[in-house]
C-alpha cells in the first residue's frame, strides 16, 4: 500500500510538473504574440502626411542667363579639312553685316521657404551669374526673385520674392542632434522632372569636402541633379540640411548625397538677410595640424591643436601670437585641430576680444585677441625680418637634403622673394625621409627648432641642440613660393 501511495505521488507531481510546462509556454506564446502586436502597431506610417504638410514650402527654380552667341555654322569640318575653305566663305557670305546673336541659357534648380513673407533659401550655384531668377511654387504660381546675398563658401543663397499673401514656410531643425540611422526627406526639382520626394537615413556626419567652413550631413536619400538647394527634412518636419551635392561616376544618384548642415546655413542665412554678406571673424594667422612627428619634435604630450606657421600683420600680430605656436583653446573650447579653429574663429563675432591659448616652447600661454573680418582682411603677408647671415656659399648634405645660403645667383634661378632668408635646398635624396614628406628643389628652410637659420652653422647647431635635449627628430618651418609649412625630420640617420 505503501508503495502504491509512493507511485501516485509521483505521477501527481508529473502532471503538476507538465501543468507547469504548458502554462509557461502558453505565457511565452502569448508574449511573443503580443510584441508581434506592438511592433505592427509601431511600425513607421506612410510618410505622406509629412510629404503634404512641408511640400507647399518648397520651390522649383529656374534662372535664365544670357550667354554670347556665335554667328553661322561652327564646327562643321575638322581644322585642315580640304571642305575647310568652301565652309568659311559660306559663313562669310551669310553672315556678312551680321552681329553675333544672344542667346538665352537656362538651368533648374530648388529651394525653400523660410518665411512668410516670401525669402527662399538655395544653393549659390543655382542662381551663380543668372540674369533673371523664377520661383515656381507647388500650387503652380510663379513668381520673380532678387538676390539678397550670397556665400559661395557655403554655396548658399538667399533670395526674395513678394507676394500679396503670406507664403507657406519652413523652420531649420538643429542638425547637430541628427544621428546616422535617422531617417530623412529630401524634396526638391530632379532632372526637372516636378516635385519630387525621396527618403533615405542619415548615413554620415560631418563629411568635409573642399571648402573650409564644410559640414555636411551625407545622406542615401536619392539626390541628382535639380536637387541642388532643396531642403533635407527630419521627420519633424523641420530642415535639417540643404541639399548641395552628390559622388556619382555617372552623374545620376547613386545613394550618396551631402547636405549643407542646417547649423552653418542658419548662421549664414542670418548675415545675409542683415547684411546682405557674410561677416566671419578673422584671426589672422596661417596654420596646419599637428601630426604625430611634429608632436614629438615639439616635445608635445598630444598631437592637437593648431600649428602657426605665419603671423601676417593682422589681429593675431597685434596680440603677440607668433610663428610655432601650437593653438589648444580658442574662446573656451578645446581646438582639436585646424579644420575646427577655422570653423570656430569663422561662427564668432567681428570685433569681439576672446582669449587664445596657445603652447609655447612647452608653456602654455593665454593671449586675448581682438578678431578682424575675414572678408576685409589683407592677404598681403608681412615681410619676414632679415636675418644677419654670414656669407656661406659651402653647400652640404643634411637630414637628405643638399643645403646651401642663398644667394643672388640662388635667388635669381629659384625665383625666391628678397624678403625671405634662409637655406635654400639645391638638392633631396630620393630615398629619404625629407622626399617622403615632400620637400624639393627650391625649398627654404627659415627655421630650425623654432629658431631662424640663415648659415648651415646655425642648422647644425640647431641638429645638436635637438639631440642633446633628447628629440628624436627637428622640426623645420620650409617656405615654397612663400607658403609655409612645418616639416619634423628624423635625427637619427644623421
Do not use: C
Not at 523664377?134 to 513678394?162: C, H, Q, R, W, Y
Not at 574663429?345 to 581682438?370: C, I, M, Q, S
Request: no cysteine.
Amino acid at each position: 500500500m505503501q508503495s502504491q501511495a509512493i507511485t501516485r505521488a509521483g505521477i501527481q507531481d508529473e502532471r503538476v510538473e507538465t501543468r507547469s510546462r504548458l502554462l509557461w509556454l502558453s505565457a511565452l506564446a502569448f508574449v511573443f504574440l503580443f510584441a508581434q502586436a506592438v511592433m505592427v502597431l509601431a511600425k513607421p506610417e506612410s510618410l505622406a502626411p509629412l510629404a503634404e504638410k512641408i511640400s507647399p514650402s518648397v520651390v522649383n527654380i529656374t534662372t535664365s542667363t544670357v550667354v554670347e552667341g556665335r554667328t553661322g555654322p561652327q564646327g562643321i569640318v575638322p581644322e585642315g579639312s580640304p571642305f575647310e575653305d568652301f565652309f568659311r566663305d559660306f559663313r562669310e557670305r551669310n553672315n556678312e553685316g551680321d552681329r553675333p546673336r544672344p542667346r538665352r541659357s537656362s538651368a533648374l534648380g530648388s529651394g525653400f521657404v523660410i518665411s512668410a513673407d516670401g525669402f527662399v533659401v538655395t544653393n549659390n550655384h543655382v542662381i551663380d551669374g543668372a540674369d533673371e531668377i523664377l520661383i515656381e511654387f507647388f500650387s503652380g504660381d510663379e513668381l520673380p526673385a532678387e538676390v539678397i546675398g550670397t556665400d559661395p563658401n557655403t554655396d548658399i543663397a538667399l533670395l526674395k520674392v513678394t507676394s500679396d499673401t503670406p507664403l507657406p514656410f519652413v523652420s531649420f531643425g538643429d542638425s547637430d542632434s541628427a544621428r546616422v540611422g535617422d531617417w530623412v526627406m529630401a524634396m526638391g526639382n530632379p532632372l526637372g522632372q516636378g516635385f519630387s520626394v525621396s527618403a533615405g537615413i542619415v548615413s554620415a556626419r560631418n563629411r568635409a569636402l573642399s571648402g573650409t567652413y564644410d559640414d555636411y550631413i551625407q545622406t542615401d536619400a536619392a539626390i541628382n541633379r535639380g536637387n541642388s538647394g532643396g531642403p533635407l527634412f527630419n521627420m519633424d518636419g523641420d530642415v535639417i540640411g540643404v541639399n548641395t551635392a552628390i559622388l556619382s561616376p555617372n552623374g545620376g544618384s547613386i545613394g550618396i548625397g551631402f547636405s549643407m548642415a542646417s547649423n552653418v546655413v542658419t548662421r549664414v542665412v542670418d548675415q545675409l538677410q542683415e547684411y546682405g554678406e557674410t561677416r566671419r571673424g578673422w584671426l589672422g594667422v596661417r596654420i596646419q595640424d599637428v601630426t604625430e612627428d611634429v608632436a614629438e619634435a615639439m616635445g608635445l604630450e598630444a598631437a592637437a591643436g593648431a600649428l602657426i606657421t605665419d603671423v601676417p600683420e593682422g589681429p593675431a600680430k597685434s596680440a603677440g601670437l607668433l610663428s610655432g605656436d601650437v593653438i589648444t583653446g580658442f574662446d573656451g573650447v578645446d581646438v582639436a585641430d585646424t579644420r575646427a579653429l577655422v570653423r570656430q574663429v569663422g561662427n564668432t563675432t567681428v570685433g569681439k576680444t576672446v582669449d587664445v591659448v596657445v603652447n609655447r616652447e612647452g608653456e602654455t600661454k593665454t593671449l586675448a585677441v581682438t578678431l578682424g573680418r575675414r572678408e576685409d582682411a589683407e592677404r598681403a603677408e608681412a615681410p619676414s625680418e632679415e636675418g644677419e647671415a654670414a656669407p656661406d656659399v659651402v653647400e652640404k648634405d643634411l637630414l637628405g637634403l643638399t643645403l646651401g645660403v642663398l644667394t643672388p645667383e640662388k635667388r635669381s634661378e629659384l625665383s625666391i622673394p628678397d624678403d625671405v632668408e634662409g637655406l635654400v635646398v639645391s638638392a633631396v635624396d630620393e630615398t629619404s625621409e625629407a622626399f617622403e614628406k615632400g620637400l624639393r628643389l627650391g625649398d627654404v628652410i627659415t627655421e630650425a627648432g623654432q629658431q631662424k637659420v640663415t648659415s648651415l652653422a646655425q642648422l647644425e647647431e640647431r641638429i645638436e641642440e635637438a639631440r642633446d635635449a633628447g628629440r628624436k627628430s627637428l622640426l623645420l618651418l620650409v617656405r615654397r613660393a612663400g607658403e609655409p609649412r612645418f616639416v619634423a625630420l628624423s635625427l637619427e640617420e644623421e
